[in-house]
């Protein structure tokens, strides 16, 4: 059983900063490309960035330049930081992972995820 667990969401006025984090857990040998993605009202699920285990980035044109996604492999951790934040980032965000279990089974695995509200 695999399980995302993200934190960092809050209230922020337009122009300041947060950053997303998402712990996994559970029985991992590996996990592949982890990313970030959200669900704004009315919305979609879009992707924001994502992070292969080498440390390749992609990220969706309207966040290149104002977020930055990291990963931590020891940890089994991702991050997100964001910068510039504008009121069209509100969302929740939720964390992704491609894992491979102890069983060698794999799983596209989902987060809880975080409400991010950006006021002007």
């Known amino acids: 059983q695999v399980q995302l667990v993200e934190s960092g969401g809050g209230l922020v006025q337009a122009g300041g900063s947060l950053r997303l984090s998402c712990a996994a857990s559970?029985?991992?040998?590996?996990?592949?490309?982890m990313g970030w993605y959200r669900q704004g009202p009315g919305k979609e699920r879009e992707l924001v960035a994502t992070?292969?285990?080498?440390?390749?980035?992609d990220y969706a044109d309207s966040e290149k330049g104002r977020f930055t996604i990291s990963r931590d492999n020891g940890k089994n951790t991702v991050s997100l930081q964001m910068n510039s934040l504008k009121p069209e980032d509100t969302a929740v965000y939720y964390c992704?992972?491609?894992?491979?279990?102890?069983?060698?089974?794999?799983?596209?695995?989902w987060g809880q995820g975080t409400q991010v509200t950006v006021s002007s």
């Open positions: 992704n992972a491609r894992v491979v279990t102890t069983t060698l089974q794999w799983y596209d695995v």
């Open positions: 559970g029985s991992i040998l590996k996990i592949n490309t």
């Open positions: 992070i292969t285990s080498g440390g390749t980035t």
